[in-house]
């Protein structure tokens, strides 16, 4: 592990140092660039639970799409972008002082720094490399045990050589996949389902915290087939964890390191997935989200799914906003158009987006402050599910309506709050329980396949 971390950081200083002919500088660059990740790091933990990723570095385009989602808003205010400036200023001021040491011998001497850079990188590449990151790696993986034992960087790089090896679906994934229990077909089942995977849900009332009453999803637990806490893969963010733990039914652990970011892999999985069953049962499948369809690539992946179907944010170009997003009333109102429009069966699965962070000053009009804008978007969306648990109850045939929470809110909101990878969740029929359910508590990948032994 010492040689490696230090032929890392050989790798970075060349790389530096090819760019400058600086060796101070370059020496600079090198530990400012391990700070930087380790500040970012700090600043991840503190928010999400969670350190830096190796999979980060593809959601880089998504932040820059969408700052707002990713806090990153800030990067384009004066005091990032003075920070910015001086960073500059001091470099050139740098420059200025330590004089590059060009060697006189021409071009052999200079292409030697590029050529240590590129060797290290293809070292690392090396598939004996690979081997022995997967022996010391954690699995299930546990990045913050591998940076307790690694340190940040070197766990980034680690991480990456065995997710780039695996072998994908590894033999527990293939297992759950095809122990994935068939729905019956469409016309002796329920003719309408619903499930909604509702943004940063989580009953905080119900956990001891000011919050408030959310009546309709109490009157549904009174005749629910399950409810319970539901256990997501992360806290804070990463909604599509929890996305594809419910799609597919598989548990985190099944995954190795595709657990972190499983959209990266997502074809690997996919052909017996939830939406594939339902519309092989003979329904039809829809896919809603009121946002852009190309997040987390799901203008590529919705209909590898299984899903004949993508209603995406151009539906909701004129719909109300609560806030910056679109409102969950919306998402109420397109779901009883397609209960109400539904001549056969149909398996509708809609993801909301009104409660997202951040939460604070000029988010809404009337409060600045964010624990009361987080419990008027929890209000909302109570009022949300008894809009479409009604419109179930008044479809012909009736239907089952399975709700759960993304993810609890990041750190900064309600830092005491309890169990933060725990949700709400819910799975209520119209043709009601044959008995009184009692809470249960289950992971997000368990309430998929509850869904479906239900169908």
Same mark, same amino acid.
């Given at each position: ?6 032929? !890392? ?16 500088? /370059? ?10 990740? +380790? ?17 980060? /570095? ?52 200079? /292409? ?12 690392? @590449? ?26 940040? !960087? ?40 619903? /499930? !909604? ?6 009953? !905080? ?11 309709? @999803? ?22 599509? %964890? ?12 099944? @995954? +190795? ?125 109570? %009022? ?72």
């Amino acid at each position: 592990m010492l040689a490696l971390r230090l032929a !890392i950081h050989l790798g970075l200083f060349a790389a530096a140092f090819a760019l400058s002919w600086r060796p101070w500088h /370059a020496a600079l660059v090198t530990v400012v660039a391990a700070g930087l990740f +380790g500040a970012g790091s700090h600043i991840k933990h503190g928010i999400l639970g969670e350190p830096l990723v190796f999979s980060d /570095a593809a959601l880089v385009r998504h932040a820059i799409r969408h700052p707002r989602l990713y806090y990153a808003e800030k990067l384009a205010r004066p005091p990032a972008l003075l920070t910015l400036a001086g960073l500059a200023v001091a470099t050139a001021l740098w420059f200025a002082a330590e004089p590059a040491i060009l060697p006189t011998g021409g071009a052999p001497w200079l /292409a030697l720094p590029p050529l240590v850079a590129a060797a290290t990188a293809w070292a690392l @590449l090396r598939p004996g490399v690979a081997r022995f990151a997967a022996g010391v790696v954690s699995d299930p993986a546990d990045p913050d045990a591998d940076v307790r034992r690694f340190g940040l !960087i070197a766990t980034l790089i680690l991480h990456a050589l065995v997710w780039r090896a695996a072998q994908r679906p590894s033999a527990q994934a293939g297992a759950v996949i095809a122990a994935l229990p068939a729905p019956r077909p469409a016309a002796q089942g329920p003719r309408l389902v619903v /499930a !909604i995977q509702c943004e940063s849900f989580v009953d !905080i009332a119900a956990r001891g915290l000011p919050g408030p009453a959310l009546p309709a @999803l109490e009157a549904l637990r009174a005749g629910a087939l399950a409810f319970g806490r539901c256990r997501a893969p992360a806290e804070g963010a990463y909604t599509m %964890r929890s996305e594809f733990g419910f799609l597919t039914g598989l548990p985190s652990e099944t @995954l +190795g390191l595709d657990a972190l970011d499983p959209y990266l892999t997502a074809p690997a999985y996919l052909g017996r997935t939830l939406p594939e069953l339902l519309r092989a049962s003979g329904r039809e499948t829809l896919f809603l989200h009121p946002y852009d369809r190309r997040f987390f690539d799901r203008d590529l992946l919705v209909p590898q799914f299984g899903f004949d179907r993508f209603l995406d944010g151009r539906a909701f170009d004129d719909a109300p906003r609560f806030g910056p997003y679109v409102a969950d009333a919306a998402v109420a109102e397109a779901l009883e158009r397609e209960i109400a429009s539904a001549t056969g069966s149909a398996f509708l699965f809609a993801v909301t987006i009104e409660n997202h962070g951040p939460w604070g000053p000029g988010r809404l009009p009337d409060t600045a402050d964010a624990a009361e804008q987080y419990a008027r978007h929890l209000a909302n969306a109570d %009022r949300m599910i008894g809009r479409v648990a009604a419109a179930l109850k008044a479809a012909p045939g009736g239907g089952l309506l399975c709700l759960y929470g993304d993810h609890a809110p990041g750190r900064l909101l309600h830092p005491d709050l309890p169990d933060r990878r725990a949700t709400d969740y819910l799975l209520w029929s119209t043709a009601g329980a044959t008995e009184v359910a009692s809470r249960r508590d289950v992971s997000v990948d368990d309430l998929g396949r509850m869904l479906l032994a239900a169908v």
